[in-house]
């Protein structure tokens, strides 16, 4: 064709076809390339951080567009595995001086140091977690963990045992990831109890002065406030619960208040006889099976949390779920403040009551299952195939 015909302009169609044709590559993370000038010298040292490419699928159909390839680092930076390597041996050292206080062996001020450690490495992790300022939240928590060994004072150690059993119930349920299946969520449920154990091992360091019954009912009250605060940002707020997030919140809700106030009322109110029945059971488990597992925490705690583990692979709701997660992890963070309950019966109490909360979580996740997903194996299989909803990992920061 003559340099000086006229040109004809492509056609949408011609267009569309030509951008199905290439696919479009988009490279994050991707450094640009230095200018080589006239010298150009060695080669540039190649990037230390290995990248990996993935295919993200467009829509399909007529409105299908062009498949993006995506480069995503293919393992989490050094700086930040040695933040987390720090981190555990923080908890390390500091739970290492807190059995050591138990036994016990070493100095005086050993359970408060170790105390100190834990809930400064909680309130660093809890900061990051949720997206805060670790270094300013943790740095906070030293100072006045510090305050406190030196003023040596009851209001200001029961203060910091509060605030220590808090930040240790709401950690653990933010801890938490995504489960496809079950057996996912009871792995989130045992992490979610061995921080909170933790912790409850960190607020008898400050050795506080309370009374038991005012003391689980504050931390319980607060943590609840902090789970559902962070939640709420989480869940896109109240308009992303939806229909049925919002008749699973509002029957947790009744659960928890009805196990409360008749636990309450039943302390004050009940006759002695109703009470010797029901306390029957009780002291029946605890002369046979050593304990007996705390009811908040075995019939709401840890079947909701397991279950909105399960669900947050699925639906953003699943957070509202986890937030009554901390009915498993307050109790058991303030477990050892009652001095009438030894060690072992503490801990077989939180191991029945994790057994109990987990066989109830499995017939709830496949109740909803049943009635909401595909039925039989094959229909749970492309069901939990297609439970792709992303969170970052454990120790990256949810927002």
């Known amino acids: 064709m003559p340099r000086t015909a006229p040109r004809r302009r492509a056609t949408r169609h011609e267009r569309v076809r030509s951008l199905d044709r290439e696919p479009v590559v988009v490279t994050t993370a991707a450094r640009p390339a230095p200018d ?11 990037d230390p951080e290995p990248m990996r490419e993935e295919v993200v699928p467009g829509p399909t159909g007529a409105a299908a567009g062009p498949e993006l390839t995506v480069s995503v680092p293919d393992r989490e930076p ?27 062996r ?35 928590a030293l100072v006045l963990g510090l305050l406190v060994l030196l003023l040596d004072q009851d209001y200001l150690c029961t203060g910091a045992a509060v605030m220590t059993c808090v930040v240790s119930a709401v950690l653990g349920v933010m801890a938490t990831t995504p489960a496809v299946r079950f057996s996912r969520a009871a792995r989130e ?6 921080i909170a154990a933790i912790g409850a091992m960190a ?4 050795d506080p002065v309370v009374s038991v019954v005012r003391f689980e009912y504050v931390t319980l009250g607060l943590a609840m406030l902090g789970a559902f605060g962070v939640v709420y940002r989480l869940g896109a707020g109240l308009h992303g619960l939806g229909r049925r997030g919002l008749v699973v919140v509002a029957i947790c ?12 009322m039943l302390r004050r109110y009940g006759s002695q006889d109703l009470v010797d029945h029901l306390l029957g059971g009780v002291r029946w488990s605890r002369d046979h099976l050593g304990a007996f597992p705390r009811p908040i925490e075995a019939v709401l705690g840890v079947p909701a949390l397991a279950w909105g583990c399960h ?11 986890c937030a009554f997660g901390v009915a498993a992890t307050a109790p058991v963070a303030n477990a050892l403040v009652n001095p009438a309950i030894s060690l072992l019966e503490c801990g077989l109490s939180v191991l029945y009551a994790l057994v109990v909360g987990l066989v109830i979580g499995y017939v709830v996740i496949r109740t909803d ?7 039989g194996q094959g229909g749970r299989r492309l069901e939990e195939a297609a439970a792709v909803r992303p969170e970052p990992p454990r120790t990256a920061a949810l927002l």
């Open 36 to 46: 080589p000038g006239p010298d150009p010298g060695p080669d540039p040292a190649p």
């Open 253 to 264: 809700g009744v659960l928890l208040a009805v196990t409360l106030l008749y636990a309450e």
């Open 203 to 206: 607020t008898i360091g400050f």
């Open 189 to 194: 449920c045992v992490v979610a109890v061995v």
């Open 369 to 375: 299952l049943a009635l909401t997903g595909s039925r």
């Open 106 to 140: 070493g100095p005086d001020w050993l359970d408060g140091a170790g105390a100190v450690a834990v809930v400064t490495a909680y309130s660093w992790a809890l900061a990051a977690r949720t997206g805060g300022r670790p270094v300013i939240f943790g740095g906070l």
């Open 311 to 321: 669900m947050r692979a699925r639906r953003r709701q699943g957070w509202w779920l």
């Open 78 to 104: 050094v700086q930040s595995r040695l933040l987390v390597a720090l981190w555990v041996l923080v908890v390390a050292g500091g739970l290492a001086a807190l059995v050591a206080a138990m036994i016990p």
